[in-house]
Protein backbone atom coordinates (compact mmCIF):
# COMPACT_ATOMS: atom_id res chain seq x y z
CA UNK A 1 0.00 0.00 0.00
CA UNK A 2 1.77 3.23 -0.76
CA UNK A 3 0.77 6.21 1.53
CA UNK A 4 0.11 9.43 -0.64
CA UNK A 5 -0.35 13.04 -0.23
CA UNK A 6 -2.64 15.14 -2.47
CA UNK A 7 -2.02 19.01 -2.91
CA UNK A 8 -4.40 20.76 -4.00
CA UNK A 9 -4.54 24.85 -3.81
CA UNK A 10 -8.88 25.55 -4.88
CA UNK A 11 -11.90 23.29 -5.65
CA UNK A 12 -10.44 20.09 -5.54
CA UNK A 13 -12.99 18.39 -7.54
CA UNK A 14 -9.66 15.83 -8.45
CA UNK A 15 -8.58 15.71 -5.32
CA UNK A 16 -12.17 13.60 -3.89
CA UNK A 17 -12.33 12.04 -7.29
CA UNK A 18 -9.62 10.23 -6.55
CA UNK A 19 -10.78 9.68 -2.30
CA UNK A 20 -13.50 8.26 -3.87
CA UNK A 21 -11.35 5.75 -6.45
CA UNK A 22 -9.66 4.86 -3.43
CA UNK A 23 -12.65 4.11 -1.33
CA UNK A 24 -14.49 1.99 -4.12
CA UNK A 25 -11.15 0.29 -4.46
CA UNK A 26 -10.66 1.14 -8.13
CA UNK A 27 -7.07 2.55 -6.83
CA UNK A 28 -6.37 -0.41 -4.54
CA UNK A 29 -2.65 0.00 -3.55
CA UNK A 30 -2.66 3.31 -2.15
CA UNK A 31 -4.22 5.54 0.89
CA UNK A 32 -4.35 9.06 1.22
CA UNK A 33 -2.58 10.41 5.08
CA UNK A 34 -3.44 13.75 4.15
CA UNK A 35 -4.27 16.98 1.99
CA UNK A 36 -1.86 20.07 1.13
CA UNK A 37 -3.33 23.39 0.55
CA UNK A 38 -1.88 26.87 -0.15
CA UNK A 39 -5.05 28.52 0.20
CA UNK A 40 -6.44 28.90 3.57
CA UNK A 41 -10.28 29.42 2.08
CA UNK A 42 -9.48 26.27 -0.62
CA UNK A 43 -12.64 24.65 -1.15
CA UNK A 44 -10.70 21.05 -1.33
CA UNK A 45 -10.38 21.27 2.48
CA UNK A 46 -14.01 21.08 2.78
CA UNK A 47 -14.03 18.43 0.45
CA UNK A 48 -11.30 16.95 3.31
CA UNK A 49 -13.46 17.26 6.30
CA UNK A 50 -16.25 15.26 4.94
CA UNK A 51 -14.28 12.62 3.36
CA UNK A 52 -12.45 12.26 6.76
CA UNK A 53 -8.81 13.12 5.40
CA UNK A 54 -6.43 15.19 7.72
CA UNK A 55 -5.66 18.22 5.77
CA UNK A 56 -2.73 21.19 6.09
CA UNK A 57 -2.77 25.13 5.39
CA UNK A 58 0.81 25.63 4.66
CA UNK A 59 0.62 29.37 4.15
CA UNK A 60 3.20 30.49 1.62
CA UNK A 61 3.49 34.43 2.94
CA UNK A 62 5.01 33.11 6.38
CA UNK A 63 8.17 31.64 5.29
CA UNK A 64 10.61 33.65 3.58
CA UNK A 65 11.28 31.38 0.46
CA UNK A 66 9.94 29.04 -1.24
CA UNK A 67 13.01 26.62 0.25
CA UNK A 68 11.94 26.94 3.74
CA UNK A 69 8.22 26.62 2.75
CA UNK A 70 8.48 23.36 1.04
CA UNK A 71 10.90 21.96 4.14
CA UNK A 72 7.75 22.78 6.34
CA UNK A 73 5.80 20.70 3.76
CA UNK A 74 8.56 18.06 3.86
CA UNK A 75 8.03 17.65 7.74
CA UNK A 76 4.36 17.53 7.39
CA UNK A 77 4.68 14.52 4.93
CA UNK A 78 7.63 12.83 6.68
CA UNK A 79 5.26 13.10 9.60
CA UNK A 80 2.53 11.56 7.29
CA UNK A 81 4.90 8.28 5.79
CA UNK A 82 3.91 10.07 2.61
CA UNK A 83 5.85 8.05 -0.54
CA UNK A 84 4.08 9.82 -3.56
CA UNK A 85 3.04 13.47 -3.72
CA UNK A 86 0.56 13.80 -6.12
CA UNK A 87 -0.63 17.77 -7.63
CA UNK A 88 -4.14 17.87 -8.28
CA UNK A 89 -4.89 21.44 -8.85
CA UNK A 90 -2.04 22.89 -7.34
CA UNK A 91 -1.37 26.13 -8.55
CA UNK A 92 2.79 26.33 -7.55
CA UNK A 93 5.67 25.42 -8.97
CA UNK A 94 7.27 22.28 -7.16
CA UNK A 95 11.21 23.60 -5.78
CA UNK A 96 14.43 21.63 -5.06
CA UNK A 97 13.54 21.14 -1.71
CA UNK A 98 10.40 18.37 -2.79
CA UNK A 99 12.48 17.95 -5.96
CA UNK A 100 15.21 15.95 -4.19
CA UNK A 101 13.12 14.17 -1.30
CA UNK A 102 10.41 13.04 -3.82
CA UNK A 103 12.78 11.79 -6.90
CA UNK A 104 10.18 10.71 -9.68
CA UNK A 105 7.69 10.49 -7.07
CA UNK A 106 5.63 13.88 -7.58
CA UNK A 107 2.74 13.21 -10.35
CA UNK A 108 1.49 16.19 -12.04
CA UNK A 109 -2.41 16.51 -13.66
CA UNK A 110 -2.01 18.66 -16.59
CA UNK A 111 -5.40 19.42 -18.68
CA UNK A 112 -3.68 19.77 -22.02
CA UNK A 113 -2.21 17.52 -24.29
CA UNK A 114 1.49 18.42 -23.67
CA UNK A 115 3.88 19.78 -24.54
CA UNK A 116 0.88 21.62 -26.28
CA UNK A 117 -0.50 24.49 -23.83
CA UNK A 118 1.72 23.94 -20.75
CA UNK A 119 1.23 26.35 -17.67
CA UNK A 120 -1.54 27.85 -15.66
CA UNK A 121 -4.55 28.44 -17.84
CA UNK A 122 -4.05 25.69 -20.68
CA UNK A 123 -7.71 24.94 -21.17
CA UNK A 124 -8.51 29.17 -22.20
CA UNK A 125 -5.33 28.46 -24.33
CA UNK A 126 -6.14 25.74 -26.37
CA UNK A 127 -9.47 27.47 -26.53
CA UNK A 128 -8.13 30.84 -28.24
CA UNK A 129 -6.05 29.61 -30.17
CA UNK A 130 -8.36 27.35 -31.67
CA UNK A 131 -6.00 24.37 -31.44
CA UNK A 132 -8.16 21.02 -33.48
CA UNK A 133 -7.31 19.08 -30.01
CA UNK A 134 -6.08 19.32 -26.46
CA UNK A 135 -6.00 16.35 -23.49
CA UNK A 136 -4.83 15.51 -20.30
CA UNK A 137 -1.65 14.66 -19.40
CA UNK A 138 -0.23 13.06 -16.15
CA UNK A 139 3.33 13.45 -15.55
CA UNK A 140 6.23 13.16 -13.19
CA UNK A 141 7.42 16.58 -11.89
CA UNK A 142 10.79 17.97 -12.61
CA UNK A 143 12.41 21.81 -12.39
CA UNK A 144 10.83 22.67 -15.81
CA UNK A 145 6.82 23.68 -16.27
CA UNK A 146 5.01 20.98 -17.41
CA UNK A 147 8.04 19.52 -18.94
CA UNK A 148 8.41 15.73 -16.47
CA UNK A 149 8.48 12.61 -18.45
CA UNK A 150 5.10 12.39 -19.68
CA UNK A 151 2.98 8.81 -17.66
CA UNK A 152 -0.29 8.59 -19.68
CA UNK A 153 -1.88 11.00 -21.80
CA UNK A 154 -5.23 11.43 -24.06
CA UNK A 155 -6.41 13.73 -26.43
CA UNK A 156 -9.88 14.89 -27.01
CA UNK A 157 -10.96 16.95 -30.06
CA UNK A 158 -12.13 19.94 -30.17
CA UNK A 159 -15.58 20.70 -31.62
CA UNK A 160 -15.40 24.17 -33.61
CA UNK A 161 -19.21 25.31 -31.52
CA UNK A 162 -17.94 24.12 -28.56
CA UNK A 163 -18.10 27.25 -25.82
CA UNK A 164 -15.17 27.66 -23.45
CA UNK A 165 -17.78 26.68 -20.52
CA UNK A 166 -18.30 23.34 -22.82
CA UNK A 167 -14.97 21.92 -23.78
CA UNK A 168 -13.72 22.76 -20.08
CA UNK A 169 -16.43 20.03 -18.93
CA UNK A 170 -15.62 17.99 -21.35
CA UNK A 171 -11.58 18.34 -20.07
CA UNK A 172 -12.81 17.88 -16.35
CA UNK A 173 -14.70 14.42 -17.89
CA UNK A 174 -11.78 12.95 -19.14
CA UNK A 175 -9.65 13.99 -15.96
CA UNK A 176 -12.29 11.94 -13.43
CA UNK A 177 -11.82 9.30 -15.68
CA UNK A 178 -7.88 9.10 -16.40
CA UNK A 179 -6.10 10.55 -13.71
CA UNK A 180 -7.26 7.18 -11.01
CA UNK A 181 -6.03 4.85 -13.41
CA UNK A 182 -2.99 6.51 -13.65
CA UNK A 183 -2.72 7.19 -10.17
CA UNK A 184 -3.01 3.43 -10.23
CA UNK A 185 -0.32 2.75 -12.51
CA UNK A 186 2.25 5.12 -10.78
CA UNK A 187 1.40 3.26 -7.00
CA UNK A 188 1.90 -0.38 -8.88
CA UNK A 189 5.43 0.86 -10.45
CA UNK A 190 6.45 1.78 -6.46
CA UNK A 191 5.19 -1.31 -4.99
CA UNK A 192 7.62 -3.11 -7.74
CA UNK A 193 10.51 -0.88 -6.96
CA UNK A 194 9.73 -1.70 -3.29
CA UNK A 195 10.21 -5.75 -4.21
CA UNK A 196 13.20 -5.58 -5.90
Not at 49 to 58: A, D, S, T
Not at 61 to 78: D, F, H, P, Q, V
Not at 117 to 135: K, M, Q, V, W
Not at 137 to 163: A, M, N, R
Request: proline content about 4%.
Amino acid sequence: MVNIAIFASGNGSNFENLINAINDKQIDNAQCKVLIVDKENAYACKRAERLHIPFVYVNPKEYANKAEYESEILRILKGYGVELIVLAGYMRFIGEVLLTNYPNRIINLHPAYLPNFPGAHSILDAYEAHAEFTGVTVHYVDEGVDTGEIIHQEKIVIDPSWSLEVLEEHVHALEYRMFPKVVKIVCDRIEEEATK
